[in-house]
């Protein structure tokens, strides 16, 4: 293991992977199922809910200084994931498949394994890692808005 995996300490990330996308797996498949896609079936608050708690992997990311572009990566893959919320029934099927969770963590893995430990971040990349942090959050809070919007426009006519 890396000095930089040694540093930050990544098993919250692989726990919140797993209980995210694979807690448990459909009997008599090898499909994994997790707290994303359960919490992504309340209206409104579920995707906001799933955003936040996707955005402790890319937390990590940023503590173990991954590259820029990695990161925004990272942020598409929850920015994808909340776009799929906004499809009732069949966006949270997608998100089953989609399992951003587990993408992020292989990516955080894969930087923090291979790249040596960094000089301290700049300000430009708090910065910028701040802002892509933010996003999938943002997005998260756009999809409920618009989900609320939707069902209110559904419901009076």
Not at 129 to 146: C, I, K, N, R
Request: aromatic share 2%; hydrophobic share 55%.
């Amino acid at each position: 293991m890396s000095d930089r995996a040694r540093e930050v300490d990544l098993a919250l990330s692989r726990q919140l992977a797993k209980v995210m996308d694979d807690a448990v797996t459909v009997p008599g498949t090898r499909i994994g199922l997790g707290l994303d896609a359960v919490i992504g079936l309340v209206p409104g608050i579920g995707d906001v809910v799933g955003s936040a708690l996707s955005g402790m992997i890319v937390r990590d990311a940023i503590r173990a200084r991954v590259p820029m572009p990695v990161l925004a990566w990272m942020g598409l893959n929850l920015v994808v994931d909340a776009l799929l919320g906004l499809v009732p029934g069949v966006g949270d099927l997608l998100d089953v498949a989609h399992r951003a969770n587990r993408k992020n963590l292989r990516l955080l893995l894969r930087e923090v394994e291979r790249q040596p430990l960094r000089e301290p971040p700049s300000t430009a990349y708090v910065v910028g890692a701040v802002a892509l942090m933010l996003v999938p959050v943002l997005a998260g809070l756009a999809v409920t808005v618009l989900g609320i919007w939707l069902l209110w426009r559904l419901v009076t006519g």
